[in-house]
């Protein structure tokens, strides 16, 4: 069997998996259970934050038959279905891949008929802002004059990338990065299931590379482990100098001495301290 990354192993399926981003779930649960759906929804941040693993559950949640208060069941055949990426009513498209105005019209052309099954159909356009100029005209023409059935739903990185008139017609949702809390609590769940062991530091380092990115982190964790095969039994606990030597980073100890002796004018110190992280090839 193929090794599935823990990325995509703990990738949210539900809304009570997502972490940080409770202003966005919320409304969007309600706009479901009060009957407020909109056609158009762009949901902007930095990366590996939760927008597309969001979009998905807001398509089940809007075509679940059981969904209750804005939540999908995630057992039946239509949740099912979107979550292997399989559903003829949920389309993905890369916007980095397919951005010429010919994808959009296809879109157009599709977007006349029904849902096969259903009350939406839903496209999820990634890396939206990636679209060429040309490519937001032709969206736009739909966007103004929305069939009931369709709900768009737009992710991006780059949010000043897109045209306003795009934006205009949109619910707008900005999704915050993660603290390093939030990171950390999120690490050790995981870390609980998986039955793997590392101490605190260590997971507060690979917290602070992530740039509040859980993504990012949960990256980070995969390289750690694979570098430590042991961990991934719970034989050992990895402590925050094997992290460091993992990942070829530099540890929280030696930052804050720097700071510190920065702090305290020690210029000599500070240099030495310098010169001892760069020998040691880390960034």
Known sequence: MAYLAIARKWRPSRFEDLVGQGHVVQTLKNAIQFNRVSHAYLFSGSRGIGKTSVARIFAKALRCPNAKDGV???ECTECLAISESRSVDVVEIDGASNNGVEAVRG????????AASGKYKIYIIDEVHMLSLS?????LKTLEEPPAHIVFIFATTEVQ???LTILGRCQRFEFRRLTQLQVIERLKHILGFEKIKIEEEGLRLIASYSDGSLRDALSLLDQVLSFYSGAQTGEIQLTEKQVVEALGVTDTNSAWLLVSQLVGKNLKAALQQVNEVYRSGAD
């Open 72 to 74: 999908p069941c995630n």
């Open 107 to 114: 879109i157009r052309d599709n977007i006349a008929y029904g």
């Open 135 to 139: 490519a937001f005209n032709a969206l």
């Open 161 to 163: 990338k897109i045209p």
